[in-house]
């Protein structure tokens, strides 16, 4: 198993644009969850998905802040527009959830993207 | 409103000795407490986990205590080695089955 997948790992661009960060969770969890790593405030979670549906998403910073999560293999994190203050390492984790009569919570993360906003 | 605290941001240890990191929680409800492991430039990586029916459990050189009076966990590394050297997470099981609150995280550097 590949582990869950994000890209880009590194990405720079200037106040204003627009950034779009991608998840690929692993086979079978059904729960998917994005964090936000700062020095301030470690580590923050932002949304989760369980079985694609956004449960909770209290911890999305603004409006400029929006993720989906179209299928069971596939979450995106987009930040439009993008200010200098969003610089951060952005990670996606998943886990197993409650799937049949498994349950896992343990959360398994991603390598991160690290975003700069100039 | 913090709910999982880690109120020691370092810790060096020199190798071979015990390594104890400390975690605060404030919420009686939670029933799952895990640590993870975090090296530069990855992601953090799950250690070790109790449950909140038991107070201790051992895994290899790693062993975690819970206190639920307190609120208290702490993990234990023993003997500490150079590779143990990274950050370490305190997380716990919030509401709902798949929601957990991490710490702030604890740097521990182990000194040869």
């Known amino acids: 198993d590949a582990g869950v997948i994000q890209s880009p790992r590194h990405e720079v661009t200037e106040m204003g644009q627009e950034v779009t960060l991608r998840c690929k969770p692993i086979s079978g969890h059904n729960s998917l969850f994005w964090y936000r790593q700062t020095m301030m405030r470690g580590l923050e979670l932002l949304i989760y998905f369980n079985n694609n549906v956004p449960i909770d998403d209290s911890g999305m910073p603004e409006d400029r802040f929006s993720a989906k999560m179209p299928n069971a293999s596939f979450s995106t994190l987009k930040i439009q527009p993008s200010e200098p203050r969003d610089s951060a390492v952005y990670f996606c984790a998943s886990s197993l959830g409650t799937s049949g009569r498994r349950v896992g919570y343990e959360q398994f993360f991603g390598p991160g993207t690290r975003l700069t906003v100039l | 409103d913090q709910q999982v605290k880690q109120n020691s941001p370092s810790l060096s240890v020199q190798e071979g000795r015990i390594s104890i990191l400390n975690c605060d929680y404030t919420n009686s409800m939670f029933d799952y407490f895990l640590w993870y492991k975090k090296y530069p430039a990855e992601g953090p990586t799950f250690l070790i986990s109790?449950?909140?029916?038991?107070d201790k459990n051992e895994d290899g050189r790693f062993t975690v205590f819970l206190n639920k009076s307190a609120k208290h966990l702490s993990l234990h590394i023993v003997p500490s080695q150079p590779g143990d050297s990274a950050v370490y997470f305190c997380?716990?099981?919030?509401?709902?089955?798949?929601?957990?609150?991490f710490g702030s995280g604890t740097r521990l550097s182990i000194r040869p």
């Open positions: 109790i449950s909140s029916i038991k």
């Open positions: 997380a716990a099981r919030g509401s709902s089955a798949s929601k957990i609150i």
